[in-house]
T-cell receptor
Framework: AQKITQTQPGMFVQEKEAVTLDCTYDTSDQSYGLFWYKQPSSGEMIFLIYQGSYDEQNATEGRYSLNFQKARKSANLVISASQLGDSAMYFCAMVLSSGSARQLTFGSGTQLTVLP | ETGVTQSPTHLIKTRGQQVTLRCSSQSGHNTVSWYQQALGQGPQFIFQYYREEENGRGNFPPRFSGLQFPNYSSELNVNALELDDSALYLC???????????????FGPGTRLTVL
């Protein structure tokens, strides 16, 4: 069974500074994908970034980058130059290549607050 | 391109009643997954429908059931509602599960169910 752990229930960051949100995962599968989603108070899950287990380079999408350390089973999200609109809940999630459904397994989330 | 839509946005039911939630998938997507998100937690996978058949199921009792229609829209039915069923129910559409772990799921805005 797979598991995602997010140990930071809440984080604060000053506007324009960078912040790292932690995510560790546990699986015995060799092929898997890691996702980060943003969930504003409206409730919709917004895809941010993806990292495949066989990707050799860390993923980047604009101000988002994923610090992937496979041996440590960590996939931390780095947000550079934080903006007030970044205040939201952030979820790390994993998909395994085994099994038919490719369902997402989510962590418990980190509430990020960006301070002006 | 039309995104994922869900109805209703909010719903209040009493214990023991039955409820039906609806989801329209994004254009071109033939797979719908349902997730339950209790307050303060990450979403939990309920089940997935692919080409009108259930393609995987999480750890939810049989009173949670679903349907997918030929146009790939989907329903989630919950019978004999319990207080713990109060949650945000998220629907996500994607391409078929055979497309690999990078198969991004696009989420709808969710239906917030309150059971009194």
């Amino acid at each position: 069974a797979q598991k995602i752990t997010q140990t930071q229930p809440g984080m604060f960051v000053q506007e324009k500074e960078a912040v790292t949100l932690d995510c560790t995962y546990d699986t015995s599968d060799q092929s898997y994908g890691l996702f980060w989603y943003k969930q504003p108070s409206s409730g919709e899950m917004i895809f941010l970034i993806y990292q495949g287990s066989y990707d050799e380079q860390n993923a980047t999408e604009g101000r988002y980058s994923l610090n992937f350390q496979k041996a440590r089973k960590s996939a931390n999200l780095v947000i550079s130059a934080s903006q007030l609109g970044d205040s939201a809940m952030y979820f790390c999630a994993m998909v395994l290549s085994s099994g038919s459904a490719r369902q997402l397994t989510f962590g418990s989330g980190t509430q990020l607050t960006v301070l002006p | 391109e039309t995104g994922v839509t869900q109805s209703p946005t909010h719903l209040i039911k009493t214990r023991g009643q039955q409820v039906t939630l609806r989801c329209s998938s994004q254009s071109g997507h033939n797979t719908v997954s349902w997730y339950q998100q209790a307050l303060g937690q990450g979403p939990q996978f309920i089940f997935q429908y692919y080409r009108e058949e259930e393609n995987g199921r999480g750890n939810f009792p049989p009173r949670f059931s679903g349907l997918q229609f030929p146009n790939y829209s989907s329903e989630l039915n919950v019978n004999a509602l319990e207080l713990d069923d109060s949650a945000l129910y998220l629907c996500a559409s994607s391409l078929g599960p055979g497309t690999g772990v990078r198969n991004e799921q696009f989420f709808g805005p969710g239906t917030r169910l309150t059971v009194l």
